[in-house]
């Protein structure tokens, strides 16, 4: 059964620093998805990866995939409050299904 | 506009009750899921739908029944509420294939509280 974590599950960190979200899977997958939601609302997604080496940019948020160690990370850099949120990676289990497991989530706050 | 819609937004009701949570989506996508987050924000898939046939069925109380009366619309229908179903339930929809590769789209959520 695919298992899916992050660290760390709580993030605090000043506005302006670099930090590094990790998801790590137990299982091969196709597909690697990070979405983000903000306090009382929904799931937005944010980056598709594709295949191994896979790097996707959009604004302070960089993700990258390495499907060899089972490793996807969310890079973060010069955090600005507004990044305030839960982010959660999702990876697809690969068995045909599209039965989209989700990681424990990682809860990021930035310190104005 | 709203692409993946849930209603009701919050949901009260007694232990015993039963209760049903409706989702419509006009994406055009053919494939649309149940997950329930619960108060750690832990993400549970629950139900998938692909063109109204049921493909994914976690192991789920069986007081738990979805129903998809077209690819675009999903229902989660629950018997007999039990104090651990509190919890916010998501509807969300996607394109099934590789060729599609689509992220899921969320609904805003069902806050379901049993007292």
């Known amino acids: 059964e695919l298992k899916v974590e992050q660290n760390p599950l709580f993030l605090s960190m000043q506005e302006g620093k670099n930090y590094t979200i990790y998801c790590n899977y137990s299982?091969?997958?196709?597909?690697l998805y990070w979405y983000r939601q903000d306090p009382g609302k929904s799931l937005e997604s944010l980056f598709v990866l594709l295949s191994n080496g896979a790097v996707k940019q959009e604004g302070r948020l960089m993700a990258s995939l390495d499907t060899k160690a089972r490793l996807s990370t969310l890079h973060i850099t010069a955090a600005v409050h507004d990044l305030s949120a839960t982010y959660f990676c999702?990876?697809?289990?690969?068995?045909?299904?599209?039965?989209?497991?989700f990681g424990t989530g990682t809860r990021l706050k930035v310190l104005a | 506009d709203t692409a993946v819609s849930q209603t009701p937004k919050y949901l009260v009701t007694q232990m015993g009750n039963d209760k049903s949570i409706k989702c419509e989506q006009n994406?055009?996508?053919?494939?649309m899921y149940w997950y329930k987050q619960d108060s750690k924000k832990f993400l549970k898939i629950m139900f998938s739908y692909n063109n109204k046939e049921l493909i994914i069925n976690e192991t789920v109380p069986n007081r738990f029944s979805p129903k998809s009366p077209d690819k675009a619309h999903l229902n989660l229908h629950i018997n007999s509420l039990e104090l651990g179903d509190s919890a916010v339930y998501f509807c969300a929809s996607s394109h099934l294939g590789k060729s599609y590769n689509s992220p899921l789209h969320f609904g805003n959520g069902t806050r379901l509280t049993v007292t």
């Open positions: 299982t091969t997958s196709d597909r």
């Open positions: 999702a990876v697809d289990e690969a068995s045909g299904t599209y039965k989209y497991i």
């Open positions: 994406l055009g996508h053919d494939t």
